[in-house]
């Protein structure tokens, strides 16, 4: 991990212990649906304040039960939190109890299964969103592939400020985020050691779609064929 966080200005790991203690939990097989969502809920608070620490701050004046005070308050358009369909959508109400007046878009990302490569088949932003930060969210960093695609995107249609938030990641998917996209940061909750043969996180959590949503792979499900895709 030391190595990467140096080799990568961008990268920031989260490494308070309220974190740690929390993903012990998101971790373990046994944790269910509801605990499991509630926790990833818990560790996005955290995740949130990090990645809005930079923010821009503009000074007000309120009146208090007392006197008039000067005080202040966020400055700008308020950012635009982009979940990675679909598991991205379960780290939103984290960061929204915090900041519930985020804006919200979605990116749907699936494997072009003709060409491997990671292409988008859905893709839908407030129509101010180039000139707002987006925070572009996804539990697992796992090879970057999608990571990568959809900060692509996100940048072909104007956009100037992303952030990136993700609950766990491999080195490998660091490498190919931090690589392609020096400009965004990069924030997760942990460094895994590796991908296993399957690019499954190792240690891990499972997949994080199937635990949010209660949900298992069905193999007799064909995947999506490629007129789903636009690219």
């Known amino acids: 991990m030391e190595k990467l966080l140096k080799k990568y200005p961008n990268l920031h790991v989260i490494e308070h212990p309220l974190v740690q203690h929390k993903l012990t939990f998101i971790r373990d097989k046994y944790t269910n649906k509801k605990d499991f969502k509630e926790l990833v809920d818990e560790v996005g608070v955290f995740l949130a304040c990090e990645l809005t620490k930079d923010f821009p701050l503009t000074e007000v004046e309120v009146e208090t039960p007392l006197m008039k005070a000067k005080s202040k308050i966020l400055a700008g358009k308020k950012p635009v939190l982009v979940p990675i369909l679909r598991a991205g959508v379960g780290m939103l109400d984290g960061f929204l109890k915090i900041m519930p007046s985020a804006r919200i878009g979605h990116i749907g990302m699936a494997r072009n299964e003709e ?42 249609i104007g956009v100037k400020k992303i952030k990136f938030m993700c609950l766990i990641s491999a080195p490998e998917g660091i490498e190919k985020m931090c690589s392609a996209h020096p400009d965004i940061d990069v924030y997760t909750a942990s460094i895994d050691e590796k991908l296993d043969e399957n690019a499954y996180i190792v240690p891990g959590l499972g997949d994080a779609g199937d635990r949010l949503c209660g949900t298992k792979p069905n193999p007799k499900i064909p995947p999506m064929g490629v007129n789903f895709f636009d690219e």
């Open 115 to 156: 060409t491997f490569k990671p292409a988008t088949y859905y893709f839908k932003l407030p129509v101010d969103s180039t000139e707002r930060t987006i925070i572009l969210i996804d539990p697992m960093l796992a090879t970057g592939g999608s990571a990568v695609a959809a900060a692509g995107k996100l940048k072909s």
